[in-house]
């Protein structure tokens, strides 16, 4: 008798979305820069030290950070990313 292995997709997705990649720009200079803090250990020492880099060369930052690393961000989070940055730096670990 033989067993087989059902593997399943958590995302629930058929098809995934595909997406053309987003071309990046020539500079950084006169966009505004979003950072997120996921909420892993020392990720915000990360996105300080991005942002100071950042200020030093007169970027526009804004902060975003989740609640916590075990769930994904608030609706509002990215939405408010989406509608105040052009790009986004998001402060990853592990």
């Known amino acids: 008798m ?4 059902v593997l399943l997709d958590p995302t629930a997705e058929t098809t995934p979305a595909k997406r053309q990649r987003k071309a990046p720009p ?8 979003g950072l997120l803090d996921i909420g892993k250990a020392r990720g915000d020492e ?8 950042m200020a030093e060369r007169g970027i526009i930052v ?3 950070a989740k609640p916590t690393n075990t769930k994904t961000a ?15 730096v998001e402060a990853l670990s592990d």
């Open 2 to 5: 033989s067993q087989s292995t």
């Open 26 to 33: 020539a500079a950084l200079e006169g966009l505004t820069i």
């Open 46 to 53: 990360f996105i300080d030290r991005v942002e100071e880099l």
């Open 62 to 64: 804004r902060r975003y």
């Open 74 to 88: 608030p609706v509002e989070v990215l939405q408010a990313i989406t509608t105040e940055c052009d790009l986004v």
